[in-house]
């Protein structure tokens, strides 16, 4: 089962450890490495800024133009389609081959069926209280929507 970690959110309270920190060079490096693997080129590249919690870039190839979402806590990669103009997740997709690029530098890809899916599919033990605050209050629709969000 897929575990969310403490601080996925990237909300906590004043009294909780500071969240760890995915740094957007170690993103870059991945994006550049997954749209030589594919044959494209990064676009765009955003990093996390209140109230985002997480690094975008956008990757072009020949034949596709996606998105690609980075945790800024946690090393979570993500991939969505349509509207990423904004380099907002419109649509999770499937990741594509080249996607492996980020694995092989320590990042997990998730799959589309585990961000589609809601948050009773996956471990959430994990999650603090503020958190848990923050969930109930915004109602995200899946677990995608609560590793990748732009509460505040």
Known sequence: M???????????????PE???????????????????????????????????????????????LAILCNAMYPLIAFAGGGTGDLEPKAFVH????????????????????????LGGVDTAALGKAEWMQIDSWRPASVGGTVFNSGD
């Not at 955003?46 to 870039?57: D, K």
């Not at 996607?99 to 899916?117: C, P």
């Open 2 to 16: 897929f575990r969310l970690e403490r601080g996925v959110t990237g909300f906590r309270s004043a009294k909780e």
């Open 19 to 65: 969240l760890p920190e995915v740094q957007v060079r170690t993103f870059r490096r991945g994006c550049y490495e997954a749209a030589r693997a594919a044959g494209g080129a990064v676009e765009q590249l955003v990093e996390s800024a209140y109230p985002r919690n997480f690094h975008s870039a956008v990757v072009v190839t020949s034949n596709d133009q």
């Open 95 to 118: 990741p594509p081959t080249w996607a492996a690029r980020f694995s092989e530098i320590g990042f997990v890809v998730m799959s589309r069926q585990v961000l589609d899916s809601p």
